[in-house]
């Protein structure tokens, strides 16, 4: 019986909390930053949670 792998895309994207929910990192952050308010900038660099409709998917791609 082979070795069950992770997706790759997910292991770079998603990390689990201690309490296992899961973190996600936020889009629209990487260009055209000019014409994003300086307000809407600071609010995508910090952390999320993926929502709970999306967990199930997220943790069958990271093999949990």
Same mark, same amino acid.
């Given at each position: 019986?082979?070795? /069950?792998?992770?997706? *790759? $895309? $997910? #292991? +770079?994207?998603?990390? =689990?909390? !201690?309490? !296992?929910?899961? +973190?996600? &990192? @936020?889009?629209? +952050? *990487?260009?055209?930053?000019? %014409? %994003? *308010?300086? #307000?809407? &900038?600071?609010? =995508?660099? @910090?952390? !999320?949670?993926? *929502?709970? $409709?999306?967990?199930?998917? /997220?943790? $069958?791609?990271? +093999?949990?």
């Amino acid at each position: 019986m082979p070795k /069950v792998k992770t997706k *790759s $895309a $997910a #292991k +770079k994207r998603f990390k =689990l909390t !201690g309490t !296992g929910k899961i +973190k996600r &990192k @936020h889009a629209f +952050k *990487s260009h055209i930053l000019t %014409k %994003k *308010s300086t #307000k809407r &900038k600071r609010n =995508l660099t @910090h952390t !999320g949670l993926v *929502s709970k $409709a999306d967990t199930n998917n /997220v943790k $069958a791609m990271l +093999k949990i």
